[in-house]
């Protein structure tokens, strides 16, 4: 069995090597990508307090009279009152939407046709304003998919080729392969002995440069194995629709689609002028005060409401309560609370941030970043772990051809 399996680890580790050392390197540069942009960019993210906020519904106006043909999309306001309030934009774009990396197609995963996976790509912001909470002058505007980061995200998840194109297959391959390795890793590792056990803990750092290869790839496989699963698997998770299924059928909870997902209707009202966000703030109560942020997604048409995402304190991220505001009576029309959601539900809520590490904030996130840097070191020792077996036996060859048996002479 284990020839079984280290034969599996070889070929799929010689298969996928280079994609997955690419994927693990990007992986790292991405972990700390919004400390590095507010690190860079502080007066983007931050202001100095005074002392009144300006009302939503002014800061959004003059974001719109300041950025002329964009159209509203989601406004998020911090409970830090040093941040500024961000608005989500729509704004036309000249540039071809697959050069400029938005998808075209869903998810070989997903359900939808292109014609309303094209709706949906129309619908998403494209552009963010900072505003001043106290003044709404904009101080900066930012577009992600313009930045060197985005590049790099693209390329982690689709090869800089898009959703459904070839360099997603073999990310997706590769991520499957991947989890394969880690699990033969651990299986091979496994000792039989407890003196095996404790030599295959620790690296040995006065060996030889083989002895020492070995051990790095043995021993910091071991370390990371397991993170590095966790990793992969919730990358699986996001990609594939039958690890989605799995998810949902270990938890005994039951698949959930967005599309099977009824937003409440406001009770239209003839005549009756919709409420302000302020009104629709206040209708939430404490639900938005003891809040770390929240996102308002405005009614779109006469009988859509106004929707809430509410990440309380404390709270995992995108752990969020999400409340339907009726825009003409102001009553809360509905509500879809974290707590309240199936295991599986929430489970598949925070798998992004458990595959970038930021569930639980610096320490998860320096954790995953060690992790994905240590992991760079496993294709490169694993490569040059074959390359010396495989001179070795090339060597046990040619001694054993250069053999001469002695003639016996009569």
Not at 49 to 54: A, C, G, I, S, V
Not at 198 to 208: D, E, F, M, T, Y
Not at 345 to 374: D, E, N
Request: glycine share 6%.
């Amino acid at each position: 069995m284990k020839v079984f399996f280290r034969t599996i680890h070889l070929y799929l580790s010689l298969a996928a090597g280079v994609i997955i050392f690419c994927s693990c390197l990007t992986g790292t540069m991405l972990v700390f990508e919004k400390e590095i942009q507010q690190a860079l960019n502080p007066q983007r993210y931050f202001v100095k307090p005074q002392d009144k906020r300006l009302p939503i519904s002014a800061l959004t106006a003059g974001v719109l009279k300041q950025i002329p043909k964009s159209k509203l999309a989601t406004v998020t306001v911090y409970e830090d009152p040093e941040r500024t309030v961000e608005v989500a934009l729509i704004v036309p774009e000249k540039k071809d939407k697959k050069a400029a990396g938005v998808p075209k197609t869903e998810k070989h995963a997903g359900t939808h046709t292109k014609k309303d996976t094209k709706l949906k790509d129309a619908e998403r912001s494209n552009l963010t304003a900072f505003v001043n909470p106290y003044t709404g002058q904009v101080v900066d505007q930012f577009n992600r998919r313009q930045t060197f980061l985005y590049s790099v995200e693209m390329f982690h998840r689709y090869l800089l080729g898009g959703k459904n194109s070839l360099g997603d297959w073999v990310i997706s391959l590769s991520t499957l392969f991947f989890l394969v390795i880690l699990i033969t890793g651990v299986i091979l590792w496994w000792p039989k002995t407890k003196v095996i056990m404790k030599q295959r803990l620790k690296i040995k750092w006065g060996g030889s440069g083989k002895r020492l290869t070995h051990d790095l790839h043995i021993v910091t496989g071991f370390y990371t194995s397991i993170f590095l699963i966790i990793i992969s698997a919730s990358g699986l998770v996001m990609t594939f629709k039958w690890a989605n299924s799995t998810l949902f059928f270990l938890t005994n909870s039951k698949v959930v689609a967005k599309e099977d997902i009824k937003t409440p209707l406001s009770v239209y009202q003839s005549g009756v002028t919709a409420i302000s966000p302020e009104a629709a703030i206040g209708a939430l109560g404490s639900k938005i005060t003891d809040a770390e942020n929240f996102t308002i997604r405005y009614p779109k048409d006469t009988t859509s409401v106004y929707t809430f995402n509410v990440l309380k304190k404390g709270s995992v991220e995108l752990a969020t309560d999400t409340y339907y505001i009726d825009q003409y009576s102001g009553k809360i029309a509905g509500s879809a609370l974290y707590t309240d959601k199936s295991l599986g539900q929430r489970i598949r809520g925070v798998i992004k941030p458990i595959h970038t590490g930021s569930i639980y904030g610096w320490p998860t996130q320096v954790l995953a970043f060690l992790i994905t840097l240590v992991s760079l070191i496993f294709p490169v020792t694993g490569v040059m772990m074959w390359l010396n077996r495989t001179s070795k036996k090339k060597k046990k060859q040619v001694r054993g051809r250069s053999k001469v048996l002695p003639v016996e002479v009569a």
